[in-house]
């Protein structure tokens, strides 16, 4: 009877024990399914509902030399997912209204001064997105700029993801005037070439080759390599035809593609860039004067920009000047963009590479042509609606579109809003009311004509209605 006692209290003593061990590890594991579902709801509420955005409507100059007449373009959280005619637009969606409108790819502008706030430095940190000159250039419809040898997205209010990409292009001084240089550069690509030919030797040998030494780069320029490689591409600031032809023979000897600044005698030797690959960078307007003692073909030309690109010469267009002046010659500077292409079309450049001068094309140039410069799916929803063709003069830019969301609306802005006014507001009602507008009139507001009811003519008087007129009387003679 003892030994059961002693067993049962033994039993007991075990059984609590058992109890505090156990109920920690059970408060533990209950804390842990506390923490999962605390997680899990802050996951749910961290996660960002997509935002739609679709231009329905319009005519759609994809940039790829597509038309899509009366097509949408649909894009999700700022991406293009799809665009053509069969395209089911969510309900969520923010929808603009482009009906009798075209809709264009957003313009690209190589070269820019001033449009961000600043010239030089980090711009992720310093850009100004309530610049005045931004606003402006996005109602050019300009969606993305180069400065400072930087690829920027033109955003308003926004300071994210505004840098595209860095240092993509290297300036290299390779002119007549300029004989030493020139020499300098030549050796630079040739102990690049040797030593890229070393390095691709080497790779192949070290299969079999384990303990082979890699190739020394000591004393490789960084630039001459990174051109050669195709990590950069080389810029020269070349417009007579002596250094032209020295360029592509260059780019030919050591098989790179030259950007060319200027190129105002191209047109002169069009065929040895186009065997070079070159891009050219012009201003269909600037004009030089042949010299007289030459007998050969010199000077500027209307149809320079279309016998480059006649010769395969991937044409980009720049005005003469790249910043925002509001005080100088009309259709000179940055805003203007399309007026200097139309000028390279009066030259004989189509107008499917006149729009690729301003769009893709320095895109390309920018190293930024997988995002931006043609509408397509996977890229940027950027995009502008004009009333007209946009190489028109007298085409404006109704809307500016950057990353799916409205950056530019022409009737909101004061700059150009009284001319030719829109008749109704585009938009949707449901981006309407995202803006703060209301379909209703407020209290008080005075009845506008339009709002009137049409009043019809006026009935004549009747001839019976009119009082006869009497003959005037003749006096009588004597």
Known sequence: MKLAQRFGALGALALAAFAFVARPALAQDGEKKDDKKDEAAKDKKDEKKDEWFAVTGGD????????????????????????????EVPAEAKTLDATGMRVYPGLVAINSSGLFGMAAGDFADSVDPYNQRMLLALASGITTAGQSNTALKLKRRDIKNVVLRERYLATLSFTNSNPSGKREWVEKFDKAARYLRDYREWEEKKRDNKDLKEPNASGVDSTARAILE?????????????????????AQRFGFRPVIDGCVEG?????????????????PRDRRDKEEQLVRDGGSSIENAAILHKSGVQVCVI???????????????ILHLPIEAGFAVRGGLSDQAALESITIVPARLLGVSHKVGSLEKGKDCDLIVLDGDVLHYQSLVQYTVVEGKVAYDKSAELFYAHIRPRPTDQLAPESRQDKGESDEKPEGAKETPADKPAEGPKPEDKPEDKPEEKPEEKPKDG
Do not use: C, M, Q
Not at 61 to 70: P, S
């Open 267 to 283: 047109w002169t030797v069009a065929d040895e860039l186009g065997r070079a690959g070159a891009y050219a960078v012009v201003t």
């Open 230 to 250: 195709g990590r950069v591409l080389a810029r020269f600031n070349s417009s007579s035809r002596e250094d032209l032809l020295e360029v592509a023979r260059l």
């Open 60 to 87: 759609v100059y994809t940039g790829t030399g597509a038309v899509l007449r009366g097509a949408t373009v649909l894009s999700k959280n700022g991406v293009i997912e799809a665009l053509g005619h069969d395209v």
């Open 319 to 333: 005005p003469s000047t790249t910043g925002v002046d509001l005080g100088g010659i009309a259709g000179r500077d």
